[in-house]
C-alpha cells in the first residue's frame, strides 16, 4: 500500500455512550477497496443467482445458528458501541435469528412462478434477483436492519455489500462474519467501513443494482438523488413520528401503558417508536398522569444490568439535539411532567420525559424527537384527534387506543395516513409483515413476500409453439 492509499483510508473509533470512552479503532477501507469489494460481491452473484432454493436455505439456516450461537457476544458489542441494553439486544438477535428461518422456509413458495390464463400461449410472471444491492444502515438496531433487508435478498438470489453507520464498525465487521462462518461463499455477503462521502460512488458504480437506505430524511433524499440519477431502485426507510389515538373509550392506566412500551423501545431512538400522543380531552387529564408515572418507571442505568431500562443515548451529540427540543418546546407553552434534565455524570444519558400542553410550532409537535420524550397532545374530539395525527410529514408508524376495538380499526385502516397502524398495541416489525412508511417516512417496503419482491425483477414470460409455415411437410 503506497503512503497517498494510506492517508486516504478512514479509521472508525467504537465510543462507549456510557461513559463517553473511547475503545477499539478499526481500519477503513479506501474509495479504491470499497469498489473493488463490491464488484466482487457481483462477480459473485454470478454463481449465487444459480444456486437452488434449497441450499440457500441451508446456509440461511446456519445463519440463524450463527446468531444464536454468539448472542451474548454481539450483545455485548451493541451494548459497547450504541448503549443497548442488554435485554432490548438478545430480543434483537434472537428476532434477526427468526428472519433467517422464516425466509429460509417461505422464500421460495414467495418467488414462485404465478400461471397467468391468456387463452392460448402459455404465460407467467416470474421473479428473478437484481444483482448486488448495496444496504446503508443506521445504528439503533445494528443487526435488525441489517438482517431485515439481507436475509430476503440474499434468498432471493441477490449479492449484498453493507455500508453500515460508522459509530458501529463492530457490528457491522461481525454481520459479515456470521455469514462467512455460515458457509456462504465468498463476497456473497460484505461489509465497507467506510464514511457517507464514499456511498456515491458505490451507488454510481455498475456493479451495483440497487439500493436500501434506512436513515434520516436527510440522507433519504441524497440517496434517492444520487441513485435516481443512475437510474437505479432503491428502498428507503425513512424518519417517522408516530401518532398515537388516546380515544375517549380508552382507560386511561391501560392506554398509558402501552403508551410507555411504545415511547421507550431502544430509549426512544426508534423511527417506530411513539412520539406524539393525541388524546380526547375527557381523558387527557387522567392519561397523563398515569403516563408520566409509567414513563417515570424506566429510571437510567448500566445497559450491561439485567434490570436496566434505559440505557444512555447513542451519543452526547445525540443527547444534547433531544435536550434542545425538549427546551424549546417548554420555552414555547409546553409543560414538563416529568424528566427533562441534563443528569450531571459522564456519558449520554437522558431521562424518561414527558411534555404536555403541546401544539403546532413547538418542536415536540414539529420535529422527530430520537429521544424518551412523550408529547401529549390534546383533541376535541375523534376528527380532530384524526387530523392531528395526520398533521404531520411523517407517516410510518400510527396507534389506536380505544376501548372500541371496531372503532379503532376503522381508523387505522381508513384514516391515519401511515404504512403501519396497530389497535391496542405498540407498533413495531414482524417478519410476516410488510414495513415501510409514506410521506417523508420513505417508499418502499421490507419483510414478508412484499419486501423480497421489492429486489427482484418481475418478469413476464409468454411461450407458443412456433407456427408451421405455409406449405411445409410432415
Excluded at 123 to 130: G, I, Q
Excluded at 367 to 373: D, K, L, M, N, Q
Excluded at 407 to 432: H, K, M, P, T, W
Amino acid at each position: 500500500m503506497d503512503d497517498a492509499s494510506a492517508a486516504r483510508r478512514p479509521t472508525f473509533t467504537a465510543v462507549d455512550p456510557a461513559t463517553g470512552t473511547p475503545g477499539r479503532i478499526y481500519d477503513g477501507v479506501t474509495p479504491d477497496e470499497a469498489l473493488g469489494i463490491a464488484r466482487a460481491a457481483r462477480a459473485a452473484f454470478d454463481g449465487w443467482r444459480r444456486t437452488g432454493f434449497p441450499d440457500r436455505a441451508r446456509l440461511l439456516r446456519r445463519a440463524g445458528e450463527v446468531l444464536r450461537e454468539r448472542r451474548e457476544e454481539l450483545c455485548a458489542l451493541m451494548t459497547a458501541e450504541m448503549g443497548k441494553t442488554l435485554t432490548e439486544g438478545r430480543a434483537e438477535i434472537d428476532k434477526c435469528a427468526g428472519a433467517c428461518d422464516h425466509y429460509a422456509e417461505h422464500a421460495q413458495a414467495m418467488l414462485a412462478a404465478q400461471p397467468v390464463e391468456m387463452g392460448g400461449p402459455k404465460a407467467s410472471v416470474v421473479f428473478r434477483p437484481l444483482g448486488t444491492v448495496l444496504a446503508v444502515m443506521p445504528w439503533n438496531f445494528p443487526f435488525w436492519q441489517v438482517f431485515r433487508f439481507a436475509a430476503p435478498a440474499l434468498m432471493a438470489g441477490n449479492t449484498g455489500v453493507l455500508k453500515h453507520a460508522s459509530n458501529v464498525p463492530g457490528c457491522a465487521l461481525a454481520i459479515e462474519a456470521v455469514f462467512r462462518d455460515a458457509g456462504f461463499p465468498p463476497d456473497i455477503f460484505r461489509t465497507v467501513l467506510i464514511g457517507s462521502s464514499g456511498v456515491q460512488a458505490l451507488i454510481e458504480d455498475p456493479a451495483i443494482a440497487a439500493v436500501s437506505l434506512t436513515g434520516s430524511v436527510e440522507a433519504g433524499r441524497k440517496v434517492a438523488t444520487q441513485a435516481g440519477a443512475v437510474l437505479k431502485k432503491c428502498v428507503l426507510e425513512l424518519g417517522g413520528s408516530d401518532a398515537y389515538l388516546v380515544l375517549d373509550d380508552a382507560d386511561p392506566e391501560a392506554a398509558a401503558e402501552v403508551a410507555a412500551a411504545a415511547r421507550m423501545v431502544n430509549g426512544g431512538q426508534s423511527c417506530i417508536a411513539g412520539k406524539r400522543f393525541i388524546v380526547l380531552g375527557s381523558v387527557r387529564e387522567a392519561f397523563e398522569q398515569a403516563l408520566a408515572r409509567k414513563m417515570a418507571g424506566y429510571a437510567m442505568g448500566d445497559p450491561r444490568d439485567e434490570a436496566t431500562k434505559l440505557g444512555p443515548m447513542q451519543s452526547l451529540e445525540a443527547r444534547d439535539g433531544i435536550h434542545d427540543q425538549v427546551r424549546r418546546s417548554l420555552e414555547a407553552g409546553a409543560r414538563l411532567l416529568c424528566g427533562g434534565q441534563v443528569p450531571d455524570r459522564p456519558g449520554a444519558w437522558y431521562p424518561a420525559t414527558v411534555l404536555t400542553g403541546v401544539r403546532p410550532g413547538m418542536a415536540a409537535y414539529d420535529e422527530e424527537v430520537f429521544g424518551p420524550v412523550a408529547a401529549i397532545i390534546e383533541a376535541a374530539d375523534e376528527a380532530e384527534a384524526i387530523r392531528l395525527a395526520n398533521d404531520s410529514p411523517f407517516g410510518l408508524g400510527s396507534g389506536v387506543l380505544t376501548g372500541d376495538v371496531s372503532r379503532g380499526e376503522r381508523i387505522a385502516a381508513d384514516e391515519l395516513e401511515a404504512g403501519v397502524s396497530f389497535v391496542n398495541q405498540n407498533v413495531r416489525s414482524d417478519v410476516r409483515l410488510p414495513f415501510g412508511g409514506v410521506k417523508h417516512s420513505g417508499y418502499g417496503r421490507e419483510l414478508s413476500a412484499f419486501g423480497i419482491r421489492e429486489f427482484v425483477n418481475i418478469k413476464s414470460v409468454v411461450v407458443q409453439d412456433l407456427p408451421k409455415a405455409a406449405g411445409g411437410t410432415e
